[in-house]
């Protein structure tokens, strides 16, 4: 079992940047897929990227395509997701979650087994 925490947010203006770390604990970590999603108020959860085990794949929603990037650290057993040019709609909570499909990329939440409590990203305009 893997155990994920996320750290990184808070409130930022319209074009602004946030760093979101997921630091992970438990069985080998390195043999997960990592994913990233988020949740606004009223809205269902939805997928924002995911990466591979290795690192050397990775996927991004359309709506933050070219702004997002997802990467990990193995050795720290940390994901990130550096987030670039943000705008008021990609306020949300943001989720960190591991998959046991540690080879390929999924963006379905039900392929991911373990979830953080999520934190929260507030986007002015």
């Known amino acids: 079992q893997v155990h994920v925490v996320e750290s990184g947010g808070g409130l930022v203006q319209a074009g602004g940047s946030l760093r979101l770390s997921c630091a992970a604990s438990g069985r080998t970590y390195s043999n997960y897929g990592m994913g990233w999603f988020r949740q606004a108020p009223g809205k269902e959860r939805e997928f924002v990227a995911a990466i591979t085990w290795s690192g050397r794949s990775t996927y991004y929603a359309d709506s933050v395509r070219g702004r997002f990037t997802i990467s990990r650290d193995n050795v720290k057993n940390t994901v990130y997701l550096q987030m670039n040019s943000l705008k008021p709609e990609d306020t949300a909570v943001y989720y960190c979650?591991?998959?046991?499909?540690?080879?390929?990329?999924?963006?379905?939440?039900?392929?991911?087994?373990?979830w953080g409590q999520g934190t929260q990203v507030t986007v002015s305009s």
């Open positions: 979650a591991a998959s046991t499909d540690y080879w390929r990329i999924t963006t379905k939440l039900a392929d991911y087994s373990y």
